[in-house]
């Protein structure tokens, strides 16, 4: 989804549960995506990848979903844990850098 | 494998002044960049090096702001004079190779405040 200012959106999900966090990107152009998962007081960490000639890339209790017609990203994981709670954002490689979105608030709760 | 390591981790200063940052890259990566995160947005790119070379720097407030990566390892960034608006998480990454599609590992960041 779309922030504005300092209001990231934010996914509250209970511990246990699938979380599904989405993204709108800008470039068609675009070949390559990453989702980054930040913690507070910590640097972005890279989570999952997938190249734009593929629709679905599954990692460890993680799962990328890319459907370049509508230009929209989205990570799926399984079974939330409290360790999943932190900011994560979805980045396009496009025009030559890389480009962050706005990011999603993700909180487990017990 | 040690990570990206960056210092100081916070830095307040007062608005005029000037303040530098300090980032060592991943041993053997070639691609190190500088990125800014004010609260709540995403990291924007302020400057990329390949070596000791700057890639872009396109984003860059070129008036205030000034990086280097001398002998193409350790770079560092500065500031000056800061303003209000510089208050931000400064973010520091690197890549094994120049190409962008090459994941980009990030340090923990310089949080700065400028009063």
């Known amino acids: 989804g779309e922030s504005v200012g300092l209001h990231l959106p934010t996914l509250s999900v209970q511990e246990g549960d699938n979380s599904i966090i989405n993204c709108a990107y800008s470039n068609s152009a675009s070949d390559y995506f990453i989702w980054y998962k930040q913690e507070s007081g910590k640097g972005p960490q890279f989570i999952i990848d997938?190249?734009?000639?593929?629709d679905k890339r599954q990692g460890q209790r993680v799962t990328v979903l890319l459907n370049k017609t509508v230009k929209h990203l989205s990570l799926q994981i399984a079974a939330t844990q409290p360790g999943d709670s932190a900011v994560y954002f979805c980045?396009?490689?496009?025009?030559?850098?890389?480009?962050f979105g706005a990011g999603t608030q993700v909180v487990v709760t017990p | 494998e040690a990570g990206v390591a960056q210092s100081p981790r916070y830095k307040i200063i007062e608005k005029r002044q000037s303040v530098a940052f300090w980032c060592n890259p991943i041993s053997g990566h070639a691609t190190l960049y500088w990125y800014q995160q004010i609260l709540g947005q995403g990291p924007k790119l302020l400057i990329q090096f390949q070596n000791n070379g700057v890639v872009d720097d396109s984003q860059l407030p070129k008036d205030r702001f000034s990086a280097e990566r001398l002998k193409g390892v350790d770079s560092t960034l500065k500031i000056q004079p800061a303003k209000l608006e510089d208050s931000a998480v400064y973010l520091c990454a690197s890549s094994l190779e120049l190409a962008g599609v090459d994941t980009q590992y990030f340090g923990p960041g310089t949080r700065l405040t400028v009063l």
């Open positions: 997938i190249r734009s000639n593929m």
């Open positions: 980045a396009e490689y496009g025009w030559g850098k890389l480009q």
